[in-house]
């Protein structure tokens, strides 16, 4: 240990070393200077500032890569381009930075006020060895500087151990601290924070090393409030690491500030100030790759260009800015966290996003090109964001779960952050922002049942509320003329009423029927005028209200919008004298009022929001998913469709040669066969009333069975002809799952009533069918589960083994939790051989060996000898849907802790518990499942994205 200590007095101003003269004009006084060496790609620490040491505990750095300066000024980063060249001359002309206030270690404000000056000074620099000195147009040395050192660090050292915290620099640990740090090796990390669970993603190269998303996964702590105070703090160490090393089996972090963060492997036993080296436990036999995404997601939000001719569009992962014309993309960039909303600045040039993560990105139009700005605390859900009128600040509002912050300001100049005073505190609404047009105020959405209000940006004074004698005004019907003197609202009683702002009297009032409520989103405006204030626009959402155009001036109606589209309309501006939309589909739209009363569709944004169930071919490679509107099938490897289906079918079916598809649609009862390669339907059937997976190939291909009200039809695929009949299931139910065994000699098919006529409760029939000499089937076994009317695949109601000759049914005749019933079928002996009470079904390992997991209490993992009745029995679950990899080894689950949040997803070894892997998702679980040949595990999200991690084994 005695090297970290050499190495953490060069970092650390703290260190009681007295600097060493430097005589740092050497070599410039001469008629030819001595070319100065390149500053591109070098990294300092401040050992003196106007010729004293730093403040004790206060550390500064600067960083020349990419064409920027930047660092740590003491308590904020700060970040700048800058021009040098080798005769040594140097500037910077303007500096961003920060506006975090520290109160500690005393003077630090002061000094990083002082740096910055001195750094923005300086013309000429010098730079000898390990030193750099910045010197003033009169040659006075402000600012003198150490190379800071650079570790031999590969990212791949990180991966592959779960990391405990066990020194803290400069602070004591509570008692029994657990805190933990997991890299996934593709960008993302989780752990525990002593508190709670946390997620995140970081970016490694060298011995550089960040964190630039964090979020706590919410949830209560039962600890005293000094672990979530201590949480907070390690957080917040975390997002200032800069440097790490891994060495002898130990991980160092090193902060901004100058802390170090030692850790070393869960369960390793070290006192860190021994030197000795921890056992490496044995690392994990699989790993998550690096994850996919199956399409962007849902449209989290948009806003168009002032002209009409792009629109920017906030996608769960990233940002696209697209022409509304053809819908032509000009550029996609992914986003560090989960974009909240979106804006265009006034001019058309820049695109802001606020982010989950409490940051907010400017992104240039032209390139997508990013700078990013620290605002809010992290863990936002809802929020707004709009420039202001001469595009120089933003205003920000984000709210999470259970709290409302206030109004933001940020300038864009200097980066500083201004908070609107008595703007946040308890709300029940989502913020909508619009600012006046002399960017004095901005909108305030209801506080605690209250009605919105707008208010100054500086003082927070409510300058309006929104309220009437009848009620509130709508906090997202907001439009200001042009020159600021009239303010046009949604009135409670559903008129749109036009308010002199200076004396706050109504002044015309206009009768409408339109509905203002915007159900998916808080920022698509539902009134707004255009930008000459000529006209008064109202727009709806769904296909209730289409939209309404009048003259601003004498609230004449000059056109309605015919036949809305049934669609959730996102967001609309005024282009000239038409209206352009976006729909949640992706359609664009051109409404030109002035000359009829239809839209016209001018473009289309490919999107594919994934929802339950999904459905893999047999080899793995493709996948085939419902979406909002319309119904794709996607190959794995390039992550791009293969084919796209206007319907949207619940029930589909891969061949067991992965080349055809059967789909049905349910509102048709018709099932069609899709040939893949041909690119075209090759049969169609009618009268197929199948749910969940009531339709199944042989495992030869040949035969098709399919369900048809109460019955069971198995064709001939290749004639087209009726070779079977299943019948005797109960009248009133449909079939809901068929299941061939693996030799094709059986089938167990299941009925229930699935279509929500309140029989859901009423028990389905399952039955086993075995093939005859002259290829009719008999049934062998019947038994009754309310599981059958599910529409769950993840979770089987029967399996046959590898071999064909057992099947295991699971019975729950009520659904309470103790009723579970697993009954184990001999085909060959035609009986039951095992039942096991108190169990549901997982997955065969053998032909002889089942998994099950107990149902009640604490989720036990057991896998049985189904002959001798044996059982090896694993540790418990946290998780009542264990979803098993097909080799039974080790099973996936969503992570659920703390309950009821599940933003994550977790491998782990069934016998013993342990945790193999782990991933964020980034938004709420939905369902998970794997390949079928093992090698993808995937989990939709309720933003409507399906990722996909490859499986690497060690």
């Not at 409670?492 to 200076?502: E, G, H, Y």
Request: glycine share 8%; hydrophobic share 40%; charged share 15%.
């Amino acid at each position: 240990m005695k090297r970290i200590f050499v190495i953490l007095c060069i970092l650390l101003s703290a260190c009681t070393v007295e600097p060493v003269p430097v005589d740092m004009t050497r070599g410039m006084a001469t008629d030819t200077p001595t070319p100065m060496p390149d500053l591109a790609g070098t990294a300092w620490e401040l050992t003196l500032i106007n010729g004293r040491a730093p403040i004790l505990d206060s550390r500064i750095t600067l960083v020349f890569a990419d064409g920027r300066a930047g660092g740590f000024a003491g308590c904020n980063e700060y970040g700048s381009d800058y021009t040098s060249a080798r005769d040594g001359s140097f500037a910077i002309p303007e500096i961003a930075i920060n506006a975090q206030d520290c109160p500690s270690p005393e003077g630090v404000m002061e000094q990083e006020t002082a740096y910055v000056q001195a750094l923005t000074q300086a013309v000429r620099y010098h730079l000898d060895g390990d030193q750099l000195a910045l010197l003033t147009a009169v040659g006075e040395t402000t600012l003198t500087f150490t190379r800071q050192p650079e570790f031999a660090a590969n990212p791949a050292d990180l991966v592959g151990v779960a990391w405990q915290l066990v020194e803290w620099h400069g602070r004591d640990l509570l008692p029994d601290t657990e805190i933990t740090l997991v890299f996934d090796g593709s960008g993302a990390i989780s752990g525990y924070a002593g508190c709670r669970h946390y997620l995140g993603s970081y970016q490694a190269e060298n011995d550089d090393i960040r964190f630039p998303m964090l979020s706590m996964v919410e949830g209560s702590c039962d600890l005293d409030e000094a672990y979530l105070l201590q949480e907070g703090d390690f957080t917040t160490a975390l997002s200032q690491a800069r440097q790490y090393w891994v060495e002898n089996g130990q991980l160092e972090l090193f902060t901004n500030p100058g802390e170090r963060l030692l850790f070393v492997p869960v369960g390793a036993e070290i006192d860190p100030s021994s030197g000795e080296t921890p056992e490496q436990p044995a690392a994990s036999p699989i790993q998550l790759g690096a994850p996919r995404l199956l399409g962007r997601g849902q449209l989290v939000d948009a806003a168009f260009t002032p002209d009409g001719t792009g629109v920017a569009v906030a996608w769960p992962y990233g940002v696209s800015f697209t022409a509304v014309t053809g819908a032509a993309k000009q550029w996609f960039q992914p986003l560090p966290a989960s974009p909240v909303a979106i804006a265009v600045r006034p001019d058309g040039q820049a695109v802001a996003v606020a982010l989950a993560d409490g940051n907010v990105m400017e992104l240039a139009a032209a390139d997508g090109r990013a700078q990013t700005y620290p605002v809010v605390h992290a863990n936002a859900r809802l929020g707004d964001i709009a420039y202001a009128p001469d595009g120089r600040r933003i205003a920000v509002h984000l709210t999470g779960t259970n709290r409302f912050n206030p109004i933001f300001v940020l300038d864009l100049a200097g980066g500083h952050v201004h908070e609107i005073p008595e703007t946040g505190g308890g709300g029940d609404t989502g913020p909508h922002l619009v600012w006046s047009p002399d960017g004095t105020a901005v909108t305030l959405a209801s506080r605690t049942r209250g009605c919105g209000h707008i208010v100054d940006v500086e003082t927070g004074e409510r300058l309006f509320t929104l309220q009437r004698s009848a009620g509130c005004y709508s906090s997202y019907a907001v439009a200001w003329s042009p020159d600021g003197r009239t303010l046009t609202l949604n009135s409670p009683n559903n008129s749109i009423d036009t308010i002199d702002f200076a004396s706050q009297m109504v002044i015309q009032s206009i009768p409408s029927s339109a509905l203002f409520f915007q159900p998916s989103t808080w920022t698509g405006r539902s009134l707004f005028a255009s930008p000459d204030g000529r006209w008064l626009a109202s727009i709806g959402s769904y296909g209730y209200f289409g939209g309404s155009v009048w003259e601003a001036a004498t609230g004449e109606l000059v056109r309605q919008l015919e036949n809305p589209a049934p669609i959730h309309r996102l967001v609309s501006s005024f282009a000239g004298n038409a209206i352009i939309s976006l729909y949640a589909d992706g359609t664009l739209t051109r409404w030109a009022f002035d000359e009829g009363a239809t839209e016209e569709t001018v473009g289309r944004l490919p999107v594919y929001a994934v929802h339950y169930p999904y459905f893999w071919s047999p080899d793995g490679r493709k996948i085939a998913t419902p979406t909002d509107y319309q119904f794709v099938i996607w190959d794995v490897e390039s992550t791009q469709p293969v084919a796209v289906f206007d319907l949207n079918y619940p029930v589909a079916t891969f061949s067991p040669d992965s080349k055809l598809v059967a789909l049905v649609d349910t509102a048709t009862n018709e099932m069609v066969v899709y040939d893949l390669a041909a690119r075209a339907i090759t049969q169609t059937f009618a009268n197929v009333t199948a749910r969940v997976e009531g339709v199944a190939f042989s495992p030869d291909g040949r035969y098709l069975a399919y369900g048809s009200g109460n019955e069971v039809i198995i064709v001939d695929r290749t004639t087209g002809a009726e070779t079977a009949v299943l019948a005797g299931y109960p009248a009133d139910q449909h079939i809901t799952w068929i299941i061939w065994s693996p030799t094709g000699s059986a089938l167990m098919a299941a009925s229930g009533n699935t279509d929500g006529t309140g029989g859901e409760e009423e028990p389905g029939a399952m039955m086993v069918w075995q093939e005859t000499a002259v290829g009719d089937f008999r049934e062998l076994f019947h038994i009754e589960s309310v599981r059958a009317n599910y529409a769950a695949k993840t979770d089987p109601i029967a399996l046959f083994n590898p071999g064909g000759t057992l099947v295991a049914l699971e019975s729950l005749l009520i659904d309470e939790a103790w009723l579970y019933k697993i009954f184990v079928y001999d085909l060959e002996q035609e009986k039951v051989i095992l039942e096991i009470p108190d169990h549901q079904l997982s997955i065969w390992t053998a032909d002889d060996l089942l998994l099950t997991s107990q149902e009640q209490s604490e989720r036990r993992l057991t896998q049985w000898d189904v002959r001798t009745g044996s059982a090896i029995t694993g540790q418990a679950s946290n998780n009542s849907s264990p979803i098993f990899a097909p080799t039974g080894d080790y099973f996936a689950q969503m992570s659920t802790t703390p309950a009821n949040i599940v933003q994550s997803v977790e491998v782990r070894d069934w016998r013993s518990n342990q945790i193999l892997a782990q991933a964020p998702v980034g938004n709420d679980v939905g369902q998970m499942s794997w390949s079928p040949d093992g090698r993808y595990l995937t989990a939709s999200a309720s933003n409507g994205t399906l990722t996909l991690w490859p499986i690497i084994r060690h």
